[in-house]
């Protein structure tokens, strides 16, 4: 179990620092388009595509960071019944219907990538496959959350605090 939380914690700080350079990728092609555009007169050809699909993984990357730090939208009616038990089955009925959706939106995105992965992109030439991949990057990362927790005993609920990779309180 020891070794499933470090290789766990790995992945993890793998993502955060993915996640961090797309964001500086994203920000620097976005500038270098501004600068090239206005000050130079002759806008970049690539730049526009290389910040839209940065854009779409760092969505998918932060998607999973909010799962972990459990920041998504909640209907928490059921924590002002104020019952742990129904507080437990909650958060595990919960959990497992996003693991559900994770597993199956997966696999049918696994059609979606295999076939776009012959199409190049139009600017850069890269496979589309790659961009669209990043969902299942995401569906993974939150299904591992999801599995790596329930091994360990328990689900989350909405209201635990789960410092970053790394940091501890």
């Given at each position: 179990?020891?070794?499933?939380?470090?290789?766990?914690?790995?992945?993890?700080?793998?993502?955060?620092?993915?996640?961090?350079?797309?964001?500086?990728?994203m920000t620097a092609?976005?500038?270098?388009?501004?600068?090239?555009?206005?000050?130079?007169?002759?806008?970049?050809?690539?730049?526009?595509?290389?910040?839209?699909?940065?854009?779409?993984?760092?969505?998918?990357?932060?998607?999973?960071?909010?799962?972990?730090?459990?920041?998504?939208?909640?209907?928490?009616?059921?924590?002002?019944?104020?019952?742990?038990?129904?507080?437990?089955a909650s958060a595990?009925?919960?959990?497992?219907?996003?693991?559900?959706?994770?597993?199956?939106?997966?696999?049918?995105?696994?059609?979606?990538?295999?076939?776009?992965?012959?199409?190049?992109?139009?600017?850069?030439?890269?496979?589309?496959?790659?961009?669209?991949?990043?969902?299942?990057?995401?569906?993974?990362?939150?299904?591992?959350?999801?599995?790596?927790?329930w091994l360990a005993?328990?689900?989350?609920?909405?209201?635990?605090?789960?410092?970053?990779?790394?940091?501890?309180?």
């Amino acid at each position: 179990m020891r070794a499933l939380r470090t290789l766990w914690t790995v992945v993890e700080r793998l993502a955060t620092a993915l996640l961090i350079l797309g964001v500086a990728l994203m920000t620097a092609a976005s500038l270098a388009q501004v600068f090239s555009r206005y000050v130079l007169g002759d806008p970049l050809s690539w730049s526009e595509e290389f910040a839209r699909f940065a854009f779409v993984w760092v969505s998918y990357l932060a998607a999973w960071l909010a799962w972990k730090h459990r920041a998504h939208i909640a209907v928490d009616a059921v924590q002002y019944l104020g019952s742990p038990g129904l507080n437990r089955a909650s958060a595990l009925f919960v959990e497992a219907a996003v693991l559900a959706f994770c597993v199956y939106t997966f696999w049918t995105n696994m059609t979606l990538v295999g076939l776009a992965w012959t199409q190049p992109s139009p600017s850069l030439s890269v496979p589309m496959g790659l961009v669209y991949v990043g969902y299942n990057v995401m569906a993974a990362l939150i299904a591992g959350d999801i599995l790596v927790g329930w091994l360990a005993g328990r689900p989350r609920d909405a209201d635990e605090a789960v410092p970053p990779a790394g940091l501890t309180a």
